[in-house]
């Protein structure tokens, strides 16, 4: 069973910087791809950040291009969001997301490509 742990929230005052992490366990598993979504409250879901396990590619939502970046280390299944220059507009809950199924969607901004999602991790940002 595929086990998703999340670390790194916390407070922030604006302009400041955060590191998510995002490890995965349980067993022999294929990853295909790795995600970040954020859930404010009131909020749907939105796609934040994913890259693919090759890392050929990394994709970002336009209102965190620039800011934030997202990169994996393969050997630890591990998936990470360095959050620079933060807003207020960046409070949320983060969700971390992993795809291990060959089949089923890959377009990776999309939360049904995922299969396995982490529990969140609260990001506030202090104006």
């Known amino acids: 069973q595929v086990q998703l742990v999340e670390s790194g929230g916390g407070l922030v005052q604006a302009g400041g910087s955060l590191r998510l992490s995002c490890a995965a366990s349980g067993g022999s598993f294929n990853i295909y791809g790795m995600g970040w979504f954020r859930q404010a409250p009131g909020k749907e879901r939105d796609f934040v950040a994913a890259?693919?396990?090759?890392?050929?590619?990394?994709y970002y939502a336009d209102s965190v291009k620039g800011r934030f970046t997202i990169t994996r280390d393969r050997s630890k299944k591990t998936v990470y969001l360095q959050m620079n220059s933060l807003k207020s507009e960046d409070t949320a809950v983060y969700y971390c997301?992993?795809?291990?199924?060959?089949?089923?969607?890959?377009?990776?901004?999309?939360?049904?490509?995922?299969?396995?999602w982490g529990q969140g991790t609260q990001v506030t940002v202090s104006s």
């Open positions: 890259i693919p396990w090759s890392a050929a590619a990394t």
């Open positions: 997301a992993f795809k291990t199924q060959r089949s089923g969607s890959a377009i990776w901004s999309s939360p049904t490509s995922y299969d396995h």
